[in-house]
């Protein structure tokens, strides 16, 4: 199987027995958008002004890890993926043990700081890995029994699960649902590589988007109108740390696909910060709300400071050497309109440096981003969706980085005051 990190589409529900949780709603302007990151092994939440940064703290023994999901359409609850210490390391091969891990599901109540677990009924494995919600009542769980990853479609609870992937078809991941709920892309890394394709909400019909032996396919995301796929297409044979791709769109049946990019511009694997600090994680390209495409345009001759090492095991899910005085270059916040190919940068790498991870406001308004210089740690930016105003929001808990933004949905008006009274 081809070296490429695990994808958490995380979602959300009903709740179950509750336990003690320390969080708060950051509170702040900008018609009220917030945002989830990363920072120092934490999950934090921050709003659009930068006002409101706290760590999310869950008094749960025993949880080594917590990473957040989408949140309900209220814009208040919200799906996490706790894990216990990890069983690979020190030193063991990450795919061997990495899924001996226990996981767990919650829901958590941003505005009332209630925190529930979920999907403890008839449970089929110690990891499962959350990949969408179909609905208020069902979502998709990646299940690895045996090293073998498959995904079932079951209750919030976790019963009543149902095969969505075949096992031993490949690993299914990437896991996006159209915006009306009626079919799901994903792609599958198996024995023919990494291919993108969409079914029902029960796994059914299948139609196949993008496969090729000599293309990595990554990632698929549905257009807001839900009548494209946006997905990469990395040459993983001539790029084996696959540092690079092109952008490709499809119909939802594979026809009219097209690559919008050439010279595999996007940069992918974001590999960052110094060995004290480092970071990474695949990089994804995002739909604007208005059917435009933000990516990170890698400057000509670009190359990071982590070399990565083929010719050795890889036994941290990393396996990159520093080497700074190799660095040089970086990446530009790009919007590229789908229907022509036009492109617009929105930041200048002047000096260089690496810029990634943007994403927009559900409103359209601003576009969320990670910089980075070699050597240093990333930080949280936010932008006009124009690329001007460009400000800095947080460097991270104590200056120990940002990464991983995702805009929260709107509050209702409606819910929040249901929820007051």
Not at 75 to 102: A, I, K, W
Not at 241 to 250: I, K, P, R, T
Request: with cysteine; glycine share 12%; charged share 25%.
């Amino acid at each position: 199987m081809h070296r490429r990190h695990f994808l958490i589409a995380l979602a959300l529900g009903p709740v179950a027995a509750a336990v003690g949780c320390r969080s708060r709603v950051a509170s702040g302007s900008r018609g009220g958008q917030r945002l989830f990151f990363t920072s120092a092994g934490k999950t934090c939440l921050i709003a659009a002004d930068g006002s409101g940064l706290r760590p999310m703290e869950f008094d749960v023994p025993g949880q080594a890890t917590w990473q957040p999901g989408p949140a309900f359409s209220d814009g208040n609850r919200v799906m996490f993926l706790s894990m216990e210490p990890r069983r690979d390391g020190p030193g063991r091969p990450f795919e061997e043990y990495y899924t001996q891990t226990p996981t767990h599901l919650w829901v958590h109540d941003l505005d009332r700081g209630g925190l529930t677990e979920i999907a403890t009924r008839d449970r089929l494995a110690v990891f499962y890995t959350p990949q969408a919600l179909l609905d208020d009542h069902r979502m998709l769980v990646q299940v690895v029994r045996d090293k073998v990853g498959q995904v079932f479609s079951m209750d919030l609870d976790g019963g009543n699960a149902r095969e969505f992937t075949r096992a031993g078809e490949g690993l299914p991941y990437g896991f996006s649902v159209r915006p009306d709920g009626r079919r799901v892309a994903f792609h599958l890394a198996g024995p023919q590589g990494y291919q993108v394709w969409t079914s029902d909400a029960e796994g059914r019909d299948r139609k196949l988007v993008a496969a090729h032996p000599d293309h990595l396919y990554f990632g698929p995301t549905w257009s807001p109108d839900g009548e494209w796929l946006l997905f990469q297409d990395c040459l993983f044979k001539d790029d084996p740390g696959h540092e690079s791709s092109d952008l490709c769109v499809a119909r939802p049946d594979g026809s009219e696909l097209r690559r919008l990019t050439t010279g595999q511009p996007q940069w992918f694997a974001a590999t960052y910060g110094n060995p004290q600090a480092r970071g990474s994680g695949s990089n994804m390209p995002t739909w604007t709300p208005d059917g435009k495409i933000l990516f990170s345009r890698l400057t000509p001759g670009a190359k990071v400071a982590w070399n990565f090492r083929p010719d050795r095991p890889d036994i941290d899910h990393f396996n990159r050497d520093w080497r700074p005085d190799l660095a040089r270059g970086g990446t530009e916040i790009c919007r590229i309109d789908p229907r022509d190919g036009s492109i617009r940068p929105l930041t200048r790498s002047e000096p260089a440096v690496w810029d990634f991870r943007a994403s927009s406001s559900p409103d359209g308004r601003w576009v969320a981003f990670c910089r980075c210089a070699v050597g240093e740690t990333a930080s949280l930016w936010v932008m006009d969706t124009d690329g001007g105003n460009e400000r800095r929001l947080t460097g991270g808990l104590d200056g120990r980085g940002a990464d991983h933004p995702r805009w929260l949905p709107g509050r209702s008006r409606t819910n929040a005051a249901k929820r007051r009274t």
